[in-house]
């Protein structure tokens, strides 16, 4: 696997194929079909591979002693290592599921990724129900916490897609991508309001704890690039 995910990192899904495997490990290419009847269920197992690792980012995350919102933070950060440290993992859970892909994989693997992603998406809903409980958020109307999430994954993927694409942002008058995304979040959430809101927590404060207590490693990492 992960030479597969080196593969595509540097050539990219559509370059990529079972052939270049072959020549890279020690395995026939009849030893790989007996595995992967395509390079599309080479990707998949990368991606539930990948949604493990993101669970657990979860699963550190949740480990974080705080109020509700800081907890969300610590969920936020989660999602932004994994994607920045597993790119092409990251990437694998939207490939399998796009036209011309996902009907070369079986519906076994569907389900199998399905279920991860479901449990990816559990671990925000039991920060969101934590602070409906303790009184820190009313969602409005017939909102229900999977659609909050639903609201958050999409801002979020919407960020580190953008980011791959070579538009002028600076010259657009948007600055930092990164902090940008963070600062809208914290907005909507003040609107809600998710309490305490930000007039009256410095949640920065929050992020470096989160940081240096949850996810130093990987903070390291990043920074290092």
Not at 81 to 91: C, D, G, H, I
Request: glycine content about 6%; some cysteine; overall charge negative.
């Amino acid at each position: 696997m992960d030479i597969s995910a080196k593969l595509i990192a540097e050539q990219g899904f559509s370059n990529f194929g079972m052939d270049r495997i072959a020549e890279l490990t020690e395995y026939s290419k009849g030893t790989i079909y007996q595995h992967f009847q395509c390079k599309e269920e080479v990707l998949m197992h990368l991606c539930i591979r990948g949604l493990r690792t993101w669970r657990d980012f979860f699963d550190r995350a949740l480990k974080l002693r705080g109020n509700s919102r800081e907890r969300l933070l610590a969920i936020h950060l989660a999602h932004h290592f994994y994607a920045k440290l597993y790119p092409v993992e990251y990437e694998s859970i939207y490939t399998v599921k796009s036209a011309g892909v996902r009907e070369k994989i079986s519906p076994e693997s569907h389900a199998a990724q399905n279920e991860l992603m479901k449990d990816v998406i559990d671990r925000v809903v039991i920060v969101i129900d934590e602070a409906i409980e303790n009184g820190d958020l009313k969602l409005p109307g017939t909102m229900a916490p999977q659609d909050l999430v639903y609201g958050f994954w999409a801002l979020h993927y919407g960020e580190l897609m953008f980011e791959t694409f070579n538009f002028p942002y600076r010259n657009m008058g948007i600055g930092d991508l990164e902090n940008n995304v963070r600062l809208v979040l914290r907005t909507l959430l003040d609107g809600l309001p998710w309490e305490p809101v930000s007039t009256r927590h410095d949640y920065t404060a929050s992020a470096e704890r989160i940081m240096r207590e949850i996810f130093p490693e990987e903070a390291a990492a990043i920074a290092a690039r």
